[in-house]
């Protein structure tokens, strides 16, 4: 599985930004997806992760109700849309993939060993 991630840029606080992460090689359809980002310098931060069918999803604390994750198995792609951005929120984002219909998803996705692809990461930066 390849994994390509998009949509990172320049936005100003406040502002809204939509990350896309399309698979191929194989279909995901039968996989956990996630998101992560990470600082330079700093450990990789679990960001948000969707069940196999989108029907189960969690957060971290920090973006809960500002970020939503989703995902089209239909396109390969998983998506997550950014909101009330904060510049505590620049980072890089990397999406990765885990084999796995486990549902739902709760704590055991926040770990950055539990996946088995990665992209390669779009930068995002939010600027005040």
């Known amino acids: 599985v390849q994994l390509q991630a998009s949509g990172g840029g320049l936005v100003q606080v406040g502002g809204s930004l939509t990350l896309s992460c399309a698979a191929s090689g194989r279909t995901v359809s039968g996989y956990v997806m996630g998101w992560f980002r990470q600082a330079p310098g700093k450990e990789r931060e679990f960001v948000a992760a969707?069940?196999?069918?989108?029907?189960?999803?969690y957060y971290a604390g920090s973006v809960k109700g500002r970020f939503t994750i989703s995902r089209d198995n239909a396109k390969n792609t998983v998506y997550l849309q950014m909101n009330s951005l904060k510049p505590e929120d620049t980072d890089v984002y990397y999406c990765a993939a885990k084999e796995s219909y486990r549902s739902p998803i709760t704590s055991w996705a926040r770990g950055p060993y539990e996946y088995d692809y990665w992209g390669q990461g779009t930068l995002v930066t939010v600027s005040s």
């Open positions: 969707i069940s196999w069918n989108g029907g189960s999803t």
